[in-house]
Nanobody
Framework: QVRLKESGGGSVQAGGAQRLACAAS????????MGWFRQTPGKDHEEVAT?????????YYADSVKGRFTISHDNKEKTLYLDMNSLKPEDTAMYYC???????????????????RGQGTQVTVSS
């Protein structure tokens, strides 16, 4: 069992920046798939960014966040980060940290399904 706990989030004005963090505990592995998803009411979950913690591959980013968001992982601290810059009102959503024990090729498929998910943290961007 893997437990994920997000921190960060809150309210920010458009153009601002925020950092989300996700601390992983439990049966983690040095090689597994982690990512950030977001959801707004009435919409499906959107995969925002994904990284394979074993390294060796460039992270995946949704087109809507490319060039503005950066995902990273600290293997020693077992913490996943999402640095968000140039935030837009349309980035407003509940952001979830997610993880799965899947192969790297599935991790970067753009359609992986998490086995574990945090409770989420709200990000609100005002114009």
């Amino acid at each position: 069992q893997v437990r994920l706990k997000e921190s960060g989030g809150g309210s920010v004005q458009a153009g601002g920046a925020q950092r989300l963090a996700c601390a992983a505990s439990g049966a983690t592995d040095d090689n597994f798939c982690m990512g950030w998803f977001r959801q707004t009411p009435g919409k499906d979950h959107e995969e925002v960014a994904t990284i394979y913690t074993g390294g060796g591959h460039s992270p995946y980013y949704a087109d809507s966040v490319k060039g503005r968001f950066t995902i990273s992982h600290d293997n020693k601290e077992k913490t996943l980060y999402l640095d968000m810059n140039s935030l837009k009102p349309e980035d407003t959503a509940m952001y979830y940290c997610a993880a799965a024990f899947i192969e790297v090729y599935d991790c970067y498929s753009g359609s992986w399904s998490p086995n574990f998910r945090g409770q989420g943290t709200q990000v609100t961007v005002s114009s």
